[in-house]
């Protein structure tokens, strides 16, 4: 049995820092165990042109703690109004890696959002012309569309006519949920690649519901039947090079959680790499972590394979029920569970 794994220095494809106090709270959990990470821009406001997002990232720099050796990778958040020449500019300086389409009011932030992508279609040819990768939250935002069917109904209403308009266009279907999603990624072409959550991996909608409603469970896209989670840890231990690592760790205020309309999103941050081994080794796929973690997302990005090493050890992690995020109580993913793997450093 391994009781050891060493891997090249993992990258996280998908986080959410926040801002102020809660930054410099928050970021201590990523930066230990990732090199990089792509960073959302879905603050109030939203990080919509170079100046914004410019700024932001110096304030993520700023509450970097000393020592700590992580790059922040910057995402601009698109709108209606999003001027192509500032999405070019802004790649070109490296101001940021990658824009976000969020369609309007589909989750935490997105107010802002896209209304119809038919909007940004200059901004899209514009980026598939400079290799600018879309990260995608992929869910439509009608009414009558029942929450849990949001996602399939984006890839056939928006994201695979898209794909097909625009091979050339990177697309990047993050925190893929369903079965769906995972066959219309393995049935794209190499410009098409999906990020996967670990609470996706470990939970299905029955976490949220059995029992009482756990507020802490839930995030957006919410998680979905058992087939779905099933698919997804299929996909995320195959050794595709279409899946990567992205964790949508997601703060909030334990009072912003248990309230009457609680806030979505899963802190998982703190222990994210125990939780995704986690999986793999149930899965019997240990030697494709590495290809997940730290291979597959920057070479969809383009960039190079961080030179690091980092260690997990087959040894008993507790996960505290609460973690003091500079002021702010907010509760983790696995609260109260113990993890049978350690992140060594």
């Given at each position: ?16 820092l ?35 997002v ?100 984006f ?78 840890r ?26 009457a ?43 190079p ?20 995020a ?10 109260g ?9």
């Amino acid at each position: 049995m391994t009781q050891q794994l060493t891997i090249r220095r993992p990258d996280d494809w998908h986080v959410h820092l926040r801002d102020g106090a809660v930054l410099q709270g928050v970021l201590p959990h990523t930066a230990r165990q990732f090199a990089r990470a792509i960073v959302m821009p879905n603050l109030s406001p939203p990080m919509t042109d170079c100046a914004g997002v410019a700024a932001y990232r110096q304030r993520i720099e700023a509450a970097l703690p000393a020592g700590m050796d992580f790059t922040p990778l910057m995402t601009l958040y698109l709108t209606d109004a999003t001027d192509p020449d500032e999405v070019a500019r802004g790649f070109a300086e490296g101001v940021f890696v990658a824009a976000k389409l969020y369609p309007a009011h589909a989750t935490t932030g997105s107010a802002h959002g896209v209304t119809d992508v038919a909007n940004i279609r200059a901004v899209l040819e514009r980026m598939a012309a400079i290799g600018m990768p879309l990260l995608v939250h992929g869910e439509v935002t009608d009414a009558h569309v029942d929450i849990f069917d949001r996602e399939a109904v984006f890839i056939e209403r928006t994201l695979a006519p898209l794909v097909r308009e625009l091979p050339e266009l990177k697309v990047v279907f993050e925190h893929v949920t369903t079965e769906e999603a995972v066959r219309f990624v393995e049935g794209s072409g190499p410009n098409v690649a999906a990020t996967i959550t670990p609470q996706h991996l470990h939970i299905n909608r029955n976490a949220m519901l059995v029992g009482g409603i756990r507020p802490h469970m839930f995030c957006l896209p919410v998680a979905k039947r058992e087939k779905h989670r099933l698919a997804l840890r299929a996909a995320a231990t195959s050794g595709s090079a279409k899946f990567f690592l992205g964790t949508d760790s997601a703060p909030h205020a334990v009072g912003a959680k248990e309230s009457a309309c609680g806030c979505a999103g899963i802190f998982n941050a703190p222990f994210a790499l125990e939780s995704y081994v986690a999986v793999f080794e149930e899965e019997g796929a240990l030697d494709r972590f590495e290809a997940f973690a730290s291979l597959n997302g920057p070479a969809f990005y383009g960039l190079p394979v961080n030179e690091a090493k980092v260690t997990l050890e087959k040894v008993a992690v507790a996960v505290p029920d609460q973690i003091d995020a500079n002021g702010t109580q907010i509760v983790p993913f696995h609260a109260g569970e113990s993890l049978s793997w350690r992140f060594a450093g």
